[in-house]
C-alpha cells in the first residue's frame, strides 16, 4: 500500500505563490509517475502536472504551462508543485497521485493512489 499526503496549500491573493508537496510511504516504487491533479466545485477532476519519477520527463496541461513547476526528491520520495503567478480560476482541491509506471498518465483513472487533497484558494 502506497500513502500520499499532501500539504502546502492555503489562501492565497492573485499573483501570488504557493509551493505543494506530496510525500509518499509505504511501499513506494522507483518505477513510478507522480501527478498532480485538481478538481474545483461542480468540475471534473483535470491534470495539472505529472513527472516520470525515473526519466524526470514532465507535463503540463495548457492553462499553468510557464506558471507552474513540477519537481521530485527523490531521497525523501517526495514531489512538489510550485505555483506562480496564482489566479482565481486555479481554485480548487489539488491532489497528487501515483502509478506503477514509468509512463506520465493524464487519465486520473489511470493512478491508482491518491493522496487526501488540499484546498488551494486564490482570491482576486
Known amino acids: 500500500q502506497v500513502r500520499l499526503v499532501e500539504s502546502g496549500g492555503g489562501l492565497v491573493q492573485a499573483g501570488g505563490s504557493l509551493r505543494l508537496s506530496c510525500a509518499a510511504s509505504g511501499r513506494t516504487f522507483s518505477s513510478s509517475a507522480r501527478g498532480w491533479f485538481r478538481q474545483a466545485p461542480g468540475k471534473e477532476r483535470e491534470v495539472v502536472a505529472a513527472?516520470?519519477?525515473?526519466?524526470?520527463?514532465?507535463y503540463y496541461t495548457d492553462s499553468v504551462q510557464g506558471r507552474f513547476t513540477i519537481s521530485r526528491d527523490n531521497a525523501k520520495n517526495t514531489v512538489y508543485l510550485q505555483m506562480n503567478s496564482l489566479k482565481p480560476e486555479d481554485t480548487a482541491v489539488y491532489y497528487c497521485a501515483a502509478r506503477p509506471s514509468t509512463r506520465i498518465s493524464i487519465l486520473n483513472t489511470e493512478y491508482a493512489y491518491w493522496g487526501q487533497g488540499t484546498q488551494v484558494t486564490v482570491s482576486s
Open positions: 513527472v516520470s519519477w525515473r526519466s524526470g520527463s514532465t
